[in-house]
């Protein structure tokens, strides 16, 4: 799916999101205070008002509000296109009592902003336009044509012209930039809550299959004696019935069938299992399971372990976390993608700091987008020669978006950074895409155990 598809997928799908409950109630609060200011003007300020088609006019949102709610079940979600009508029956509404109470010189102008906000905050790009477009016209014909306000004595109460020509600016002003600004940053919010939810959708299904495998190899393990024991009686009783040939072939039968038992637990064991011996594993190996997916993919990709710290030689037994290696393979798979021939992961620890580094010889990262890197739906256009390269990529920024935000989870800092622009990559052959991720050593490496003691019983999941 294109950036451009699930763009469109996501708007609608939110379009669904507003219950009628929710506009019937905002719309209440608003016939409410129509009510006030239309009674407060004419009781409170003797006012003139035109106050059957002010009524008329209130009237109308009552009957639609009625309708909604007996007609309509209490929980109906609105589609796009309802939200839609309801939002610009509004605007006209109250625009037809702002044009029925002096226009531009009422002071309550300032309320159309409502539904121009509402329908950039819930609804897609093109109904936002639309309503956004009705309220500048509106707003724009109130300057020229409305009914005065007239007090009792028959004065009419206006503001001088250009306050009017202030009051038109400001309101074309606050609906173009509010719009654009409730518009963005819900744009913004929505789209890191559905990058979250995939990123912990990702790392579920990873935890789901460790756990799955090590519920088999768990099978696997416990019923090992049993299988074991019908595999020895079976095998006496065959000889015990060297006379008696159809009971011995019975006996063969169950033999048989045990190593059959055996055997497919053994294969659906290979997953691995949620242990505590394997909880852990060198980092080399840690770092090798993650890029184990994309080591035959017609790149070559190159691991190294070695220490920063002369004394200490041997790799650490580092903690095999699901988000840490769903991370790390999603960091490789991008590498993998973009190099031109290889890969090299460098794997390095202290007694401080493990980390790990990612580099290729591909083209790296746009300069541009290096401060961007991370945020979830974000896409560089891309280039012919990206194109004719790779027809098939359509990135949105989301896996590394889940992969930064897993081994962030697990405690690590990212970087990432272009080879031209680092020095350290020690290799002038490094020129692609960097990436390097740092634990601080207490976070991913499990503590020592006292020399003799042992690891423990291995506890239910999720403990």
Known sequence: MTQSEFGILQERQRGSFIRLRTMIWLRWCAIAGQLAAITL????????????????????????????????????????????????????????????????HNPFTILILGPVIVSATIMTLRSTIIIGATALTLV??????????????????R????????????????????????RQITEEMNSMSDAVVATQMA??????????????????????????????????????????????????????????????????GRAGKEDLQIRSAPLAE???????????????????????????????????????????RNLIQNAVDFARSTVWI??????????????????????????????PFVRNRRTERDRKARPEY?????????????????????????GADRTSTGSSRHRGAVVEVVWPREVIVPPTLPKGEGIGENPAFGV
């Not at 009524?55 to 609105?78: D, H, M, Q, T, W």
């Not at 724009?140 to 109460?157: N, Y």
């Not at 359509?394 to 272009?418: C, D, P, V, Y």
Request: hydrophobic residues 45%.
């Open 394 to 418: 359509e990135g949105m920024g989301l896996g590394l978006f889940i992969a930064k935000t897993l081994l962030q989870r697990s405690g690590a800092e990212l970087s990432f950074a272009n």
């Open 346 to 375: 460098e794997a390095r620890w202290s007694d401080t700091t493990i980390s790990v580094r990612i580099m290729d010889d591909g083209p790296g990262y746009p300069t541009n987008m290096l401060g961007r890197i991370g945020d």
């Open 41 to 104: 003007a004419q009781e409170l300020y003797n006012l003139q008002l035109e106050l059957g088609l002010c009524y008329l006019a209130v009237g109308v949102s009552i009957v639609g509000n009625l309708i909604a709610i007996f007609v309509f079940p209490e929980n109906k979600r609105l589609n796009e296109a309802e939200n839609f009508l309801m939002v610009l029956f509004d605007l006209l509404q109250l625009c037809f009592l702002i044009y029925l109470t002096g226009g531009l």
């Open 140 to 157: 724009t014909l109130m300057v020229f044509f409305h009914l005065p306000l007239r007090t009792e004595q028959g004065f009419i109460m």
């Open 286 to 328: 840690v770092v090798r399971e993650a890029a184990e997916p994309h080591l035959n993919r017609g790149k070559d990709v190159l691991i190294d372990a070695q220490s920063l710290d002369e004394s200490d030689f041997d790799p650490p037994l580092t903690l095999r976390r699901p988000e840490v290696i769903h991370g790390l």
């Open 203 to 268: 790392l579920s299904r990873t935890q789901m299959l460790n756990n799955l495998g090590g519920v088999v190899a768990a099978a696997a393990h416990e019923l090992g004696t049993p299988l074991a024991t019908i595999k020895l009686t079976s095998a006496e009783l065959i000889e015990d019935l060297d006379d008696q040939p159809e009971l011995q072939d019975d006996a063969r039968l169950i033999r048989d069938q045990a190593d059959r038992c055996r055997d497919i637990l053994q294969s659906m």
């Open 159 to 182: 503001i001088a012209d250009v306050f009017v020509f202030g009051q038109w600016t400001a309101i074309t002003i606050a609906v173009v930039f509010l719009s654009l600004y409730a």
